[in-house]
């Protein structure tokens, strides 16, 4: 098995999901990681090439986990301002309910 094709293909499926924003598979890709590195790991030492790869793999990790604090960032945000607006969107909700709000034509 070729270890630093493996190692850039887990830093791959990182930053796929990270920019598709799948965050299904970058949490399944980022359970796998641990029990794949022990695999890859296992037996020889690294060599050069194998340690610029998982350099690139740590790059690839810590890029989605920006990402994933971004996202939570914007998200959070969003929540607190729908929930500032509670009050308008339950006016709004209730007022287009039949029987409540204005008469319809």
């Known amino acids: 098995m070729n270890r630093t094709r493996a190692i850039d293909g887990l830093a791959a499926v990182l930053r796929d999901a990270a920019s598709r924003s799948d965050w299904e598979l970058l949490g399944r890709a ?8 022990q695999r890859l790991g296992a037996g020889t030492p690294w060599t050069g090439a194998e340690r610029a790869a998982l350099g690139r793999l740590r790059s690839a ?5 920006v990402q994933v604090a971004a996202t939570t960032t914007q998200l959070q945000a969003r929540l607190d301002d729908m929930r500032g607006n509670k009050e308008g ?5 209730l007022a287009d309910e039949p029987g409540t709000g204005s008469p319809q034509p």
């Open 61 to 65: 990790h810590d890029g989605a986990a």
């Open 30 to 37: 980022v359970g796998e990681l641990a029990p794949a590195l």
């Open 89 to 93: 969107w339950m006016a709004y909700a």
